[in-house]
């Protein structure tokens, strides 16, 4: 009797230990994202050995962020600074013999050995260095800087800019398009390529007098130009028509560095980037949209034969687009990034039998590396409650994954998150929708909470599992919401097709796969309560708020973050012209009936739900006028509404104590619009 009664006793105290250990943890705040620290770019020694990082932490004190660089074994020990300064010290790579690390810091490339000493500055350029590449033998660097085209010179551009910083007028004169571009006014300098010979420090610009960017403004990547093998020629990526703001036509280009001469080697009259050679000399791979101006079109691989000039698409039959890739050693195999659902995965393919194979599936992966032996896949890795850190997996696919960094382990040992759930339901024309839900923390099923249905951009984007330092899903699961992320039409990682059907219709398919999305969550979660049901979205999110706004009467409020408005004007003020004209058909006057039906605005009369607006003076993908109208459109009417406007930010908010205004702003908005029981 003592023994059960003394068992009984000690599983009690278990209990209740685990109990404690639970209320322990809280809600995710706006103090605990913004004191996470953030892993941005990483490199691998050639060995295999060690991994240089970024590491970002931010300050609401002083309102903005610092990039230092950390080094840690590959198997995850011996983390340790490399360099940890006020300054910010950023793109660590380590030199080809494995011996220093290169990096920029103020403008211009560095390198020190692997503790951090004998530190010395490579380049010494008055209009900066950036986005640097060693060549294979380590004796040359390319990097970018941005020059007037028609300076040779450093002087000149010294003097050009000297000149209009003294000068009383400060107006422009605009003759062409592209005047400005996402969050600056573009002006007249463009950004070119350089080559440094690192031994004695001389460097020219390889496009020197281009009018247009390399690498290309937009629709580009982070690996837009290369050396051959043999280091006798350059890849580089090129839009010879961007200034027009119509053309998506990135293209391919060689330069011989003997002869100084170039080619076009791509074909599409779409995007082509991210050129990289095989090991083996033999090839160039890169990723190659079909249709022109169609910024979203599925990004298959393609090869190109060096010998013959043959190209020949390996991923033809492939659903999904190509991200990122990197090339075996041996040349005979590309690992390769791709959206699939929620997901972005890790593929593998047989450049000759052209066969894709899933490696891993899970979560949000990207920044993949392949150590020199081809033996190991390093890639970042995030999810909806884990912020990015660095894994690796074994190339065959058969090894156990590894988690090497645990930057922010302590902050989430003290946060109660919930994983990512989905559920599908049937959208327009029968074709099934993926969701997802998170539940709010210390969740109880027999309680009825409030859901908070999110909308994505893009259009052509997707909800995934990943943490989003803006969007973030844990942060509205954290104010006691349900949090219900649908991807309908237009979404990617379901097929080109999908992603296709929003193009054009803009409230039509994809708001039935929306509302059908919000009318299944609440016929059957009994958790969610139908009486408080929100809706959020930015961009073409924030669109499709103002679109739902003259449509339904589905929510109790709304939040409208740097949305479109009036699709007329919208057209008018942006910047990359060829998605409205693509979305859309064309312009205003060549398919007015397009702008017509789609526009918000023309459903004024039907609007009555609350909303909160938000939008930012330097987001000049979609102008502050669409908030302005949007508001005076809301007031006039007589419609409870609220409008937050940030004029030092762009199309996101990233200063952190804006942020916390705007998190704060959002949660007090819908918690005032709360119906009690």
Known sequence: MFKIRFFISLSFIFLLSLSSLAQTKRAISVDDLWAMKRIGSYDISPDGKTIAYTLTSYSFEVNKGNTDIYIIDSDGKNMRALKNSEKNESEPKFSPDGKTIAFARDGQVWICNLDGSNEKQLTDIYTGASDFKWSHNGKKILFVSSVYPECRTQDCNEQKDKAADESKVKAEIFTELMYRHWNAWRGDKRSHLFLLDVASGEFKDLTEGNKEDVPPPALGSSNDFNFSPDETEIVYTLNPSFSTAISTNNEIYLLDLSSKQTKVISKSKGVDCQPVYSPDGSWIAWTSMKRAGFEADKLDLVLFNRKTGEIKNLTEDFQNSVSEFVWSPDSK???????????????????????????????????????KDGKTIYFLKQKTNLPTEIFSISSDGKNTLKQITFTNEEILSKLEMNPVETFWCEGANGDQVQSILVKPPFFDPNKKYPMMFLIHGGPQGAWEDNFHYRWNLQMFAGAGYVVVAPNPRGSTGYGQKFTDEISKDWGGKVYTDLMNSYDYAVKNFS???????????????????????GHTDRFSALFCHNGTFNLESMWGTTEELWFPEWELGGTPWENREAYEKWSPHRYVNNFKTPMLIVHSAFDFRLSEEQAFQLFTTLQRLGIESKFLYFPDETHFVSKPQNAKLWWNTVFDWFKSHQKQE
């Open 333 to 371: 195999t590309i690992y390769f990034l791709s959206p699939y659902q929620i997901y972005n995965s890790i593929y593998k393919i047989d450049i000759n039998s052209k066969k894709p194979e899933m490696l891993h599936k899970e979560n949000f992966n990207s920044s993949i590396q392949l150590s």
């Open 527 to 549: 958790f969610i309560d139908p009486k408080n049901t929100f809706a959020s979205g930015a961009s073409y999110g924030g669109y499709m708020i103002n679109w739902i706004e």
